[in-house]
């Protein structure tokens, strides 16, 4: 019930949607977005009744759910949640927003359904802790999933017993893969707005009275076992209701400072702190210390690492953000850019960037990084980030968010624009749903 929400719950949770929609207007400009409007508009050419975010257009709850979970993460700029390593909001949000235009819902039930998806993604996710990565699944697509279905059911008005079958029906769609990191394929960007998309498809199923597996995460073949194998065992299923309704998952939710994947966070800001060192001496190779868990995802292979041919492959690199950082003392949407990544001075301090496990590295609870500079005299500068910037324990404040919002809907809307979307969601408990996809619409 609302009633059961902290004040500073719902604080965190309006603060978590506007950044992730400041991020979707940014996303729009870039060809991924147009190119998925289109491929919806392709599939059902005719108009519906939610918002396209930004875009002028609108689309049936389905598609507008997947299109909009994408531009909340296309940029790889929004939240995560560092115990279950999900981008909870951009399926979460996209999921309740839908239902919730559909519903003409007030902005207090979509609000209350959104922190209550928040907490069974992260928690559905927690359970596995980072064993997914590992398993070769992207956590964000299939324990996201959980969490928009949830959201969705509660705003639909599902009893339990239908909100049950509905998870059921969504283990059959729970699908992401990590394949897109050899070749930085767009796949990734879709999968918040596909496990939205798709569970949306589940509960209007259960809701007309279809089965679905009621073992949807203990089955023999129910979530853990059959995406993760001889890794079961590594499960602690009691996470998935410890202090629930108590411990708020949703403000260990991690907001990032940098638009890059979050392994690679804290190494950017060492190397950031490190950048007036190489005016001291002559540089001889640098050394990235990172957790076991980074090296498939952000370090290997290393002569792609070193030379990223497309944005996601960036956002991907520590060699990259590394030398990014040294070079420019920041890591902001301008490093995405071709130019940037074909700068020679870049690219020859990323050829010096190694990488090492650290054993001692606080994974997954934090995303913590350290980085060596040796200098051809001998000489060595470190420099460590133990907790990521925007982790519980080093939170980014509200007003930052504020800003970091304003800053990213700049590039796409006039001022006036963004500052009546801004006050619309930081004042979403006394508006209905109508209202915020109207100043979406602008």
Same mark, same amino acid.
């Given at each position: ?7 500073? !719950? ?52 389905? %598609? ?19 115990? #279950? ?23 207090? %039930? ?49 009893? $339990? ?64 076992? #059959? ?21 708020? $998952? ?26 007036? $060192? ?16 980074? !090296? ?12 990223? #041919? ?14 990014? @950082? ?34 001692? @590295? ?8 350290? !980085? ?12 460590? $980030? ?57």
């Amino acid at each position: 019930h609302w009633r059961d929400l902290p004040a500073e !719950v719902v604080a965190q949770g309006q603060h978590l949607i506007l950044d992730a929609l400041g991020i979707a207007l940014a996303s729009g400009r870039y060809p991924f977005a147009q190119q998925t409007f289109l491929a919806m508009q392709d599939l059902c050419p005719s108009t519906g009744p939610v918002p396209v975010f930004g875009m002028q257009a609108h689309l049936p709850a389905r %598609d507008a759910a997947l299109i909009n979970g994408l531009l909340i993460h296309g940029l790889d700029y929004d939240d995560t949640h560092p115990g #279950s390593v999900v981008h909870a909001t951009a399926s979460v949000f996209a999921a309740a927003f839908s239902v919730a235009c559909q519903q003409d819902s007030t902005g207090e %039930d979509l609000l209350l359904a959104y922190v209550a998806g928040m907490e069974v993604a992260t928690r559905v996710g927690m359970v596995a802790g980072g064993v997914f990565h590992k398993a070769g699944f992207h956590p964000t697509a299939v324990a996201g999933i959980f969490g928009c279905v949830i959201a969705a059911a509660r705003l639909w008005g599902l009893d $339990e017993a239908q909100t049950v079958q509905a998870q059921g029906i969504a283990l059959s769609m729970a699908a992401g893969t990590l394949e897109f990191l050899k070749e930085g394929a767009g796949t990734k960007r879709f999968h918040p707005g596909w496990a939205a998309s798709s569970a949306i498809v589940a509960v209007a199923l259960a809701r007309r009275g279809m089965s679905g597996p009621s073992t949807t995460y203990e089955g023999q073949y129910g979530l853990y076992a #059959s995406h993760l194998g001889a890794a079961l065992d590594a499960c602690r299923m009691e996470l998935a209701t410890q202090g629930l309704g108590v411990a708020w $998952e949703l403000m260990r939710v991690a907001v990032k400072p940098i638009p890059a994947c979050h392994f690679v966070h804290a190494c950017i800001d060492a190397a950031s702190a490190l950048r007036p $060192e190489l005016a001291r001496g002559e540089l001889s190779h640098i050394v990235a210390r990172v957790a076991q868990g980074y !090296v498939p995802v952000v370090c290997e292979p290393v002569a792609q690492k070193r030379r990223p #041919s497309n944005a996601y492959e960036a956002q991907f690199s520590v060699q990259y953000g590394i030398a990014t @950082a040294l070079r420019h003392g920041k890591f902001g949407l301008q490093a995405l850019e071709p130019e940037a990544m074909q700068d020679p001075l870049t690219q020859a301090l990323a050829d010096k960037v190694r990488y090492e496990v650290d054993p001692d @590295a606080d994974y997954p609870k934090y995303f913590p990084g350290e !980085v060596v500079l040796h200098f051809a005299d001998g000489r060595q500068v470190v420099h460590k $980030e133990p907790i990521n910037r925007g982790a519980p324990g080093r939170p980014i404040a509200h007003a930052d968010i504020v800003t970091k919002f304003m800053d990213n809907a700049a590039l796409a809307w006039p001022v006036t624009a963004a500052s009546a979307l801004r006050d619309g969601v930081l004042n979403l408990p006394h508006i209905r749903t109508r209202e915020l996809a109207q100043l979406l619409a602008a």
